[in-house]
């Protein structure tokens, strides 16, 4: 543990299996010699969908988790243990498990909040701080100090609502609704720049004087944000400012809201070698640190890569994806080298964890996290350096009519496994290869005079498990 009480080393045990355990026929664990699946089924709405690395499927009910302990719990009413470093994602009842991200699909709550650069937005309310840092009282009540390199930006409090109605439901000339238009004015455009930031000026945006209506309206400085005043023995929070040179005080109570520049800080990131895990809150964003415990409708607690701990109820998460130092995804590994004929004169791009128009990998019905998308013919070579484990994922063709491409997969120029066919229209095919001292891992994709102009391969949630 470091002195941020926040990085902890983990044991990493093989690669999982569920098997019964001998002697204990009503349980489930972890074990080093592999045995027949049990048949799980979804029960209840109540329980959570947890995946792992070695691609079980399991529906978890009174549950717990612990950092150095990993899951245990109920699983169709037999007990579980899974080791530390082997969940991969858990998703909450009623949630999709699927990356959700980008600037579309993120919501602001209506009340104070703040947004760190690593990603997350969480509901709070900014009480001053000290130099170099703010303090902010989020969701649960924990008061936490924020190293300002590390925020993206912040909002104080929302504008109440318009008195006047016709202000609000104005029409414009050609007779649509411009309650948008009205609201960014009002707000000086502070959640359209917190979303494109400055690059180098950062913004105050502070309450002076009173529209028409009485509301306070919001005006914006360019400045340097140097950090806040505490407050307390009758002094209020207040924020510090570099205005054209001078430092200056704002009291809190006159900030609408601070976006900080683009280059004046820093997105917080892990140390080389540290698992990371990720939090997709029900507002769209993404925390990332370390889950520290978790139990079925019990209190969440999380250590951010700012630094400062977390209590989260169920109720704002939509999904946990686990990092691991075993598990290294193909598509993002350096070292990876692709070798490409022009299929019908034409050299198609090398798309990593989407698919054209940036859109999510998928396969049928199955999205897919991280993954290529791939037209042959062309060759992709993965260095491995003599490692031991397991090639995972799932291949297929993208939905099409005709279609059909060869696979080979070649460890050090010879064949690990028989030539898979991949034909349109058909499901994916799941890729499960043990892989021991290979230095050079060669996937080899030939298409056929069945294969027309644009067809594509996408291998899934492509992935090396080490042992």
């Avoid at 579980?80 to 600037?103: F, H, N, Q, R, Y």
């Amino acid at each position: 543990m470091n002195k941020s009480g926040f990085y902890l080393s983990l044991p990493l045990f093989l690669v999982p299996w569920i098997s019964t355990g001998p002697g204990h026929p009503d349980s489930i664990s972890v074990g080093m010699h592999p045995r027949a699946m049990l048949p799980l089924s979804a029960p209840s709405d109540l329980a959570v969908r947890l995946r792992t690395f070695s691609g079980e499927s399991l529906f978890l009910s009174e549950w717990t988790y612990a950092l150095k302990e990993g899951f245990r719990g109920k699983a169709e009413g037999r007990n579980l243990k899974l080791a530390p470093g082997e969940a991969w994602i858990l998703a909450l009842p009623g949630e999709e498990d699927s990356s959700v991200g980008g600037v579309a699909g993120l919501e602001f709550p209506s009340s104070g909040f703040l947004r760190l650069r690593s990603g997350g937005i969480l509901q709070g309310e900014c009480l001053g701080g000290a130099k170099g840092s703010l303090r902010f009282r989020v969701s649960g009540g924990n008061i936490v100090e924020i190293p300002i390199e590390y925020l993206q930006g912040f909002r104080r409090r929302a504008l109440a609502p318009s008195s006047n109605k016709g202000d609000e439901n104005s029409e414009t000339k050609n007779g649509t609704r411009d309650k948008d238009r009205a609201r960014r004015t009002r707000d000086a455009n502070f959640t359209r720049t917190l979303l494109a930031p400055p690059l180098e000026s950062d913004l105050c945006f502070y309450l002076k004087g009173k529209a028409k209506d009485g509301r306070p309206m919001v005006r914006r400085i360019p400045c340097k944000v140097l950090g806040g005043g505490r407050g307390g023995a009758g002094k209020a929070p207040s924020l510090l400012l570099q205005v054209g040179g001078k430092e200056r005080t704002l009291p809190m109570k006159k900030v609408y809201g601070v976006v900080m520049a683009e280059g004046s800080g820093i997105e917080a990131v892990a140390p080389k070698g540290v698992a990371v895990d990720r939090i997709l809150l029900t507002n769209g964003s993404t925390l990332q640190g370390r889950l520290l415990s978790a139990a079925s409708g019990g209190n969440w607690v999380f250590q951010t890569l700012e630094g400062f701990q977390l209590h989260l109820g169920s109720r704002f998460i939509r999904e946990v994806e686990f990092g691991s130092t075993r598990v290294h995804f193909v598509s993002m590994m350096s070292g990876i080298q692709v070798t490409q004929t022009p299929t019908l004169d034409r050299k198609w791009p090398i798309l990593r964890d989407h698919s054209p128009a940036g859109r999510a990998l998928k396969l049928g019905r199955k999205k897919f996290r991280h993954g290529f998308w791939l037209v042959p013919n062309l060759d992709l070579e993965i260095p491995l350096g003599k490692k031991k484990g397991l090639l995972l994922g799932e291949v297929g063709l993208v939905s099409r009519n005709k279609g059909l491409v060869k696979l080979r997969i070649l460890a050090d120029g010879k064949p690990l496994l028989d030539e898979l066919e991949l034909k349109a229209g058909e499901k994916a095919r799941e890729l499960r290869v043990s892989v021991e001292r290979v230095d050079r891992l060669v996937l080899e994709l030939k298409g056929s005079f069945m294969l027309d102009s644009g067809a594509a391969v996408i291998l899934g949630d492509l992935r090396i498990l080490e042992q």
